[in-house]
């Protein structure tokens, strides 16, 4: 426990070391009206906002709808189903036995570190105004999302103009996030690491990975800030980096998956292999926890997915019914794929052929049309395939849990395809081409190239980040607390030798 307590508190004076250097960026007012508005040439009316839409002072408050209010705090709720116990069990059920609760610890208390950083400092890094990179600290442990002046709570953007919701409902979706990303990355190295180091992981990878690549990505002015066309290019030059770039992703692509497989894959190199990798057997202790978890990640994905919308409306519908026709089409692409390559199609195979197109679905859900999506969900069951087995043996890394060859050739495939079916003449919605007036781009003026290529820049953008940051943070656990268990405590099993507990009785 002194170890532990340790590590934290040099987590936490890293982190104040951090806040003094992002303090010096640029950072203004959540609240401060905008003197101008512009178009995004290629924003996407489907990918999480900042809830920072500047209401012009003449105009009357807006209220939030109950409706869309209800709708993103039961998104929310499923959010949390997907990681505890969805996630927990998915991963739970994969390792063996004398492993089990290790890995349900490293899930359950990163998910619970991750939101309360989020509220005390994530949350404010992430969606406000800031640079094109970091936000500021305007939202520091949540202050200003109550008006004193006006007696109620603070209201977030949506993606329709006049249009809102209370922050804190925003804020408390947006923590959900943060936490099961970082929680995905715990299947790289699990069976392995110390629990300190991946506590201590956690904390760099999140403040300098997770927060500024949501902030890269979903941070803009909101749509009630493009009041004219001769104040728009103001706005849109205040919004994230990737934002500004007219990527497209609707619930975290980029963000979730790709940024989480990266960190894995490197923590895979850095802690190295398991103790008899290779040469003794390590089959999943319980395939029937798994199943469960997967089918909990599952329900819980429309929360995920259909929640980013942000309102209760045709888009939330259309990436609710992608995240159901896309999974059970990765789950048969597996199946199939199985078949013909062992002549077998397993129960661990079709689990993960559901996340493999659940994680494919989330940049594309409310971005391409249904039958895109099918397309995408069967992609991605075959490409993942090939993930766990082609390209985990040319890397050559422990990837326990493979997290990269399903979020990462999941996250990637997604990613471009969404520039792909997002096509309005493939069945897509296209884009807002015009926030002032809200104008979808035409058929005729979209052009897949040049989407994919702004998708394909956002996916190298964000392997560069996750995969710089994760590096020095490993790094630097390994030089303060060091990142693995010693010989005798992985053999006899983390459950015991970290936690002092067993998942079953002997």
Known sequence: MKKLLASLALGLSLLTGAAAVLAQAPAASETAAPAAAAPAASATPAAVAAPVAAIAAAAPAPVPNKGDTAWMMVSTLLVILMTIPGLALFYGGLVRSKNMLSVLMQVMVTFSMIVVLWFIYGYSLAFTEGNAFFGGFDRLFMKGVWDNVAGTFANGATFSKGVVIPEIVFAAFQATFAAITCTLIVGAFAERIKFAAVLMFMVLWFTFSYAPMAHMVWFWMGPDAYTAKEVADAMSAKAGYIWQSGALDFAGGTVVHINAAMAGLVGAYMVGKRIGYGKEAMA???????????????????????????????????????????????????????????????????ASGAVAGLVAITPAAGNVGIGGG?????????????????????LGADDSLDVFG?????????????GVFNSPSLGGPGYVADWVTATMVTAADYSIVAQVWIQLKAVLITIVWSGVVSFIAYKVVDLTIGLRVSEEDEREGLDITSHGETAYSR
């Not at 399903?406 to 969404?418: D, F, K, R």
């Open 406 to 418: 399903v979020h990462g050739i999941g996250g990637i495939l997604g990613a471009l395809l969404t």
């Open 284 to 350: 999943p202790h319980s395939l029937t926890l798994t199943m469960v978890g997967a089918a909990l990640l599952w329900v819980g994905w429309f929360g995920f997915n259909a929640g980013s919308a942000l309102e209760a409306n045709g888009f939330a519908a259309l990436a609710f019914i992608n995240t159901f026709g896309a999974t059970a089409a990765a789950v048969l692409a597996w199946c199939v794929g199985e078949a013909l390559m062992r002549g077998k199609a397993s129960m661990l195979g079709a």
């Open 374 to 394: 099918l397309v995408i969900g069967l992609a991605a069951g075959f490409a993942c395939l090939w993930g766990v087995n082609g390209l985990k043996k040319l």
